[in-house]
């Protein structure tokens, strides 16, 4: 995984491009985590470096758009606070069965 932050400064990407850079890499290594898990294999994807990579970015105003859930009041879909989370806890799983 590559952090894109010095491409943008430099004017060779625009920042939503980073973020959807960053986002595609974070759902690569949570996928070969899942796979690894599921299929009893080795990582291909190595553990990130989060002084490196950071972990993906959580967008308030898309977190709070509102969604229906049946016959509840709609409320804050928080899509991308789940992912980061899901990231975090993928993080703590890979390293645990680097342990082991």
Not at 4 to 24: F, K, L, Q, Y
Not at 41 to 60: A, G
Not at 63 to 86: C, R, S
Request: charged share 20%; aromatic share 12%.
């Amino acid at each position: 995984m590559v952090d894109c932050s010095e491409w943008v400064e430099s004017g060779a990407i625009e920042e939503s491009e980073r973020i959807d850079r960053n986002w595609a890499g974070w759902t690569i290594f949570t996928s070969d985590v899942c796979w690894s898990l599921y299929v009893g294999r080795d990582f291909s994807v190595p553990l990130p470096h989060l002084l490196e990579f950071p972990m993906p970015y959580v967008d308030p105003e898309l977190d709070n758009m509102l969604v229906p859930y049946g016959n509840l009041p709609p409320q804050p879909n928080y899509v991308t606070k789940t992912f980061e989370a899901n990231c975090e806890l993928f993080i703590i799983a890979r390293s645990i069965l680097d342990i082991m």
